[in-house]
């Protein structure tokens, strides 16, 4: 199993930034594509950006030019850098990692998709 872990979160002005990371841990496994995705109070989660191994990215609209998602794939990282932040960017982060990891019972990889615990991130006015 991977497990996710997210860091960064809290509570800025608006205009300000912020700074996101989410580390990968476990045994046996390769990240494809890892991404960030976040849910404001009654709405759905939506998608945020995300990153490919290969460092291709992509944006939602409400936050392209102010996000950047970059990554590490020998830390098994991914960051989030948040500018600009609006009031409307409040809410919870999640990251989100898909990949391979090896079924230690027959050393096959499978597919995984985890999810982190999420992070909050308050954008005052």
């Known amino acids: 199993q991977v497990q996710l872990s997210e860091s960064g979160g809290g509570l800025v002005q608006f205009g300000g930034s912020l700074r996101l990371s989410c580390a990968a841990s476990g045994s046996h496994f390769s990240i494809n594509d890892m991404g960030w995705y976040r849910q404001a109070p009654g709405k759905q989660r939506e998608l945020v950006a995300t990153i490919t191994r290969g460092g291709s990215t992509n944006y939602a609209d409400s936050v392209k030019g102010r996000f950047t998602a970059s990554r590490d794939n020998a830390k098994n990282t991914v960051w989030l850098q948040m500018n600009s932040l609006k009031p409307e960017d409040t809410a919870v982060y999640f990251c989100?990692?898909?990949?391979?990891?090896?079924?230690?019972?027959?050393?096959?990889?499978?597919?995984?998709?985890?999810w982190g615990q999420g992070t909050q991130v308050t954008v005052s006015s």
């Open positions: 989100n990692a898909e990949g391979h990891i090896m079924d230690v019972r027959n050393t096959k990889f499978v597919p995984f998709n985890s």
